[in-house]
């Protein structure tokens, strides 16, 4: 058996003005620190093999503010394949020192929904200009995206298909992983996970700083609370 611990990442500066947030790469506030660290302290106690994170630097930030209160001390090291230099460079000499260590993949497809035009605007000020129904059709419906932006049915035509193709496998070796991404992609990996359908994942509310949790056994999903684990 292997665990799949998931988190959405925590407050963002943008998040926090009420901005549409989407590919645009912002940090973390305050809080949303804070929501990382919470979150960390729920599976501190849970071994992991292996963390998994999206490309944008708020998930990444969530993912190593949670695991510096991680009971194994454990140092996370990011991979980069892409970075020539780096790849060849930032080589681990020492056996010893590998055993300490976490690795850690940035995937692309594991982003945010990218929200087009809306990206940078105001929340409640777009509401007022598009009408509040037209936006929120734009942020809840499954397969209507905002203007040139994608929709979640979009989202999860790349998030599901990575999940499949690079984390399932992991699992299968018996190994913990952890993911740290957005509210969309995990929406879009929750939905396949618990046969969802259209209807019922844009209901789906995902709270920041609150691990979600799956048992993995012989292709078999089973999800857990943090207290339980």
């Known amino acids: 058996?292997?665990?799949?611990?998931?988190?959405?990442?925590?407050?963002s500066e943008w998040n926090k003005l009420n901005l549409f947030t989407g590919w645009v790469d912002i940090p973390l506030s305050a809080e949303g620190i804070q929501e990382a660290f919470v979150a960390g302290k729920l599976i501190q106690d849970i071994p992991i093999d292996v963390i998994i994170t999206s490309t944008l630097v708020r998930a990444q930030m969530t993912a190593m503010l949670a695991m510096s209160l991680h009971s194994s001390g454990k140092v996370p090291v990011i991979s980069h394949p892409e970075d020539q230099r780096l790849n060849k460079w930032g080589v681990i000499y020492s056996e010893e020192t590998k055993k300490h260590t976490i690795p850690v993949f940035n995937y692309w497809e594991l982003n945010e929904r990218m929200y087009g035009e809306l990206q940078g605007l105001n929340k409640a000020e777009t509401a007022k200009k598009f009408g509040a129904e037209q936006v929120q059709i734009w942020r809840r419906s499954y397969d209507v995206a905002p203007p040139h932006g994608e929709s979640l049915e979009m989202t999860a035509k790349r998030s599901i298909p990575c999940f499949k193709d690079k984390i399932v496998p992991l699992l299968e070796q018996n190994l913990n992983v952890l993911i740290s991404a957005h509210g969309n992609s995990?929406?879009?990996?929750?939905?396949?996970?618990?046969?969802?359908?259209?209807?019922?994942?844009?209901?789906?509310?995902?709270?920041?700083?609150?691990?979600?949790?799956?048992?993995?056994?012989?292709?078999?999903?089973?999800?857990?609370?943090?207290?339980?684990?």
């Open 1 to 11: 058996m292997s665990k799949l611990i998931m988190m959405r990442h925590g407050q």
């Open 186 to 229: 995990l929406r879009s990996i929750i939905m396949y996970l618990d046969g969802l359908n259209k209807e019922q994942v844009v209901h789906l509310e995902l709270a920041t700083g609150t691990p979600i949790i799956y048992d993995y056994t012989d292709g078999s999903f089973v999800k857990k609370t943090p207290t339980s684990c």
